[in-house]
């Protein structure tokens, strides 16, 4: 089973990602299970603006990533908080995902069925409840099935703060969490393979 981990985090390569860095506890627990976990930082890649999977001009990576987005059974999302909303990167992403809605499979499927998605949040402000039913909402659009507690998040609380990798209160909570999501989120994936949906009626 193959995991998908996409971090839009607005931190380039090689600067420390708080968001990686709780998006690495549901991975080494999917690991655990027998995934082949994969990250990509999007941020690192020149992902154009636009609502199709095709490239949108010379140099648009976005192609690769749909390839992946294709392969992988599991997928998660992992945004920090802005404002109180997922990451310019994260909407760049749910953008490009929307032609998704239009691909289907040899069955005849939307080809988001039969996988599943999940949402890792980070920040030192409120608002990861936000973040997450915004990515989560999108997702389901899309066609992933969304477990239930299918989320982690830190924060310390409203207004500024420490970064997560810059204080130890609050993790034990998060990895929990991020454990019990990675659970429910393999569990359903090998679920659906077991008995997938069906393409919708006519």
Not at 40 to 59: C, L, T
Not at 86 to 96: H, K, Y
Request: hydrophobic residues 40%; aromatic residues 6%.
């Amino acid at each position: 089973m193959k995991a998908l981990v996409i971090n839009c985090t607005l931190k380039t390569s090689p600067d420390p990602s708080n968001t990686h860095a709780l998006a690495t506890v549901v991975a080494a627990q999917l690991e655990k299970y027998g995934a082949e976990v994969e990250f990509v930082r999007a941020v690192d890649m020149d992902i154009r603006p636009g609502v199709v999977s095709e490239a949108v001009g010379p140099g648009d990576q976005w192609p690769q990533v749909h390839g992946k987005l294709r392969e992988s059974d599991i997928l998660v999302v992992a945004s920090p908080t802005w404002l109180g909303r997922p990451s310019s990167v994260a909407q760049r992403v749910l953008e490009r995902m929307d032609a998704m809605l239009s691909e289907t499979d040899d069955d005849g499927r939307p080809v988001a069925y039969n996988k599943v998605a999940g949402v890792v949040v980070t920040g030192n402000e409120d608002g990861a409840h936000h973040v997450i039913s915004e990515i989560s909402g999108a997702l389901a659009d899309i066609g992933y099935t969304i477990p239930g507690q299918a989320w982690t998040y830190w924060h310390l609380g409203p207004g500024p703060g420490p970064d997560y990798l810059d204080d130890e209160r609050g993790r034990d909570w998060s990895h929990r969490t991020g454990r019990a999501m990675a659970a429910n989120l393999f569990g359903t994936a090998k679920a659906l393979a077991a008995n997938p949906l069906g393409a919708p009626p006519e």
